[in-house]
């Protein structure tokens, strides 16, 4: 006697049978993609070359053209443009308010510049003065020193 949960899982699983075939069920999704030797093939009969060289491995010098190409860039002889603000000192600002945000909890604060240098010294680094500012009024506390603080963005106003 057929129960009416069998009928259900039988019509549900006729359609799939007649959909998908035994012999496939066990195949990896690997037989689709060509082995090393074919891709090798296909290449050299795309441009007439002989196969790829290997790989350059940590060990290996590395061929001339790359050096020559290393000279010739113009950048590369380009220094930096100028001094990012969180690297400057307190005197060496020029605007006189400063603004330091947290990416974290997407808080602002300003500080006059003024009272950023009577508080930490016209020769404290702005990143280590916007930092103490904001670890002073943190409010993300997870008690994990990695995971601890603000995350600091610098601005200037």
């Known amino acids: 006697m057929i129960r009416p ?34 891709i090798e093939r296909m290449a050299s009969a795309v441009d007439g070359s002989a196969p790829p060289a290997r790989a350059l491995g940590p060990k290996d010098r590395m061929p001339q053209e790359y050096w ?44 006059r510049k003024a009272d950023a240098v009577r508080l930490y010294g016209q020769d404290a680094i702005w990143k280590d003065v916007g930092q103490r500012i904001l670890d002073q009024t943190c409010e993300v506390r997870t008690g994990r020193y990695e995971e601890d603080g603000c995350w600091p963005t610098f601005e200037t106003r």
Not at 75 to 96: K, T, W, Y
């Open 5 to 38: 949960r069998d009928l259900v899982v039988l019509r549900l699983a006729i359609p799939f049978m007649l959909c998908s075939s035994a012999q496939m069920i066990n195949y990896r999704a690997g037989w689709r993609m060509p082995t090393r030797k074919q």
């Open 68 to 111: 020559d190409a290393l000279m010739r860039d113009i950048q590369a002889d380009a220094g930096p443009v100028g001094n990012a603000i969180q690297s400057r000192r307190l005197c060496e600002i020029q605007p006189h308010v400063l603004r330091i945000g947290c990416r974290r909890c997407n808080r602002t604060v300003e500080i």
